[in-house]
């Protein structure tokens, strides 16, 4: 197949490590890259995109997203109009514009999984401060999440009933949403799966980080250990499901090991894949960008 042109989407850093392997692997297998920020493109109706006031990137083959990047409600809201008008025009965007708007909203996440049969953790979400202090009451030990976040940042864990009210006390008086999770018992592990087009092409289990006193969170960003892991049948198909449920085209699933089975916490629509890459030996963003070769040649 000749080049083909593809957009990517970046915000703050096109140096990012994720970004530069995608725009690299792209011009490994022949096509050009577009590095472009969504707040640098305008569009006209009828259908127009023009980058900078410069150059027109109506005829782009295809765009791969990284991010929306920050931004007031209006901005964030044009970026996502911006993209479904791109594919209204038959643009193949990736992840899909409302696959990742939904997969980056951890309340839109959980409610879709848990209407397909997803085990998910119990989960108040709300802006009546009462509401959530009666659930900790009943659910004890909780973790405090941004609703919108990634790396695991700006997550509290409290299992004192007086600390987790004052921190919910704050981010009320911040006019946030309160997201609240049960903390589900489990190992000092989880599981980050990757799938790629409707199959997992790598797990790796990211334990705990051993020197860090009190640290509960996994992410490997955050210092957490990554270990290469296969899959069970039964954890493998609720990574798949996972996705398909969502309809992304690519995603890190995280999930966690109860006696139940497999919960699934969240899953990311631009994940990062460093660890996943050096535990795995595996090309992602190669194999990230023949899935956007392919979806964009239908």
Known sequence: MSGR??????????????????????????????????????????????????????????????????????????????????????????????????????????????????????????????????????????VIKPLIGARGMGSIRSGHTELTYRAMKFIHQLGQVLYVQEMIEKPNRDIRAFVIGGKVIGAMYRYVPSDVDGEWRTNVHGGGEAEFTELSTEYEECAIKTAEVLKLDYTGVDIIETAEGPCVIEANAAPSWSALSRVTGIDVAGLIVDRLVEQSSR
Request: hydrophobic share 40%.
């Open 5 to 142: 042109l593809f957009g990517v989407v970046y915000h703050e850093n096109i140096n990012n490590w994720a970004t530069a392997s995608l725009i690299e692997s792209m011009k490994e297998r022949g096509h050009e890259p577009k590095p472009f920020r969504l707040s640098d493109i305008s569009a006209q109706i009828p259908n127009k995109f023009t980058y900078l006031d410069e150059e027109d990137v109506s005829h782009l083959d295809g765009i791969l997203v990284r991010t929306v990047g920050f931004g007031t409600g209006d901005q964030i809201t044009y970026r996502i109009s911006l993209l479904e008008h791109f594919e209204d025009t038959g643009i193949y965007v990736m992840n899909p514009a409302y696959s990742f708007r939904r997969a980056k909203d951890k309340y839109a996440t959980l409610t879709a999984l848990e209407k397909a049969g997803i085990k998910v953790p119990r989960t108040f979400i709300g802006e009546n401060l009462e509401a959530a202090v009666n659930f900790v009451e009943e659910v004890g030990d909780v």
